[in-house]
């Protein structure tokens, strides 16, 4: 990852975006990333397990590439003014819920137990849970072999 790419933070003000992602197309559905997508037509990121195994598995029937396969690789784009005038008003209503596999300590057994199956809900917020908030995001598709 190439924290503060000059390619990246160009395209980004080119673009006059507010708000800005590099994605790293995935290698197969299993891929362990969340992928940008659009909900409700704003940009969004879903994590890889929140999507159904048909989602991940669907492909274009024009090039065969995974239709769910931006991958997302953490590398933002985020203006000042985009921050302080639109994230920071919002920051209360970030939070998603998702379904985890918490340890937790069996009395009987004395030990703490890793659930294999989720037994939780966590609340939890993201740097890129502020996507549908942009009014001009724009996404740089970058090769695996450049990052």
């Known amino acids: 990852v190439k924290p503060a790419d000059p390619t990246f933070v160009g395209y980004c003000i080119r673009q006059k975006a507010d708000c800005g992602n590099k994605a790293l197309w995935k290698t197969s559905p299993d891929e362990k990333v969340g992928v940008l997508a659009s909900r409700g037509k704003r940009p969004c990121i879903v994590e890889y397990s929140d999507m159904s195994k048909e989602m991940s598995e669907l492909r274009s029937e024009q090039d065969g590439r995974l239709v769910?396969?931006?991958?997302?690789?953490c590398n933002h784009f985020y203006?000042?003014?985009?921050?302080?005038q639109v994230v920071v008003p919002?920051?209360?209503n970030m939070y998603h819920i998702a379904r985890k596999k918490i340890p937790y300590y069996c009395d009987e057994q004395k030990k703490t137990v890793k659930p294999t199956e989720n037994n939780g809900i966590k609340l939890e917020s993201f740097i890129f849970d502020v996507f549908p908030l942009s009014e001009s995001m724009t996404v740089l598709d970058v090769r695996r072999e450049d990052e």
């Open 90 to 92: 919002n920051l209360g």
């Open 68 to 73: 769910f396969g931006a991958g997302n690789i």
């Open 79 to 84: 203006t000042l003014d985009f921050l302080e």
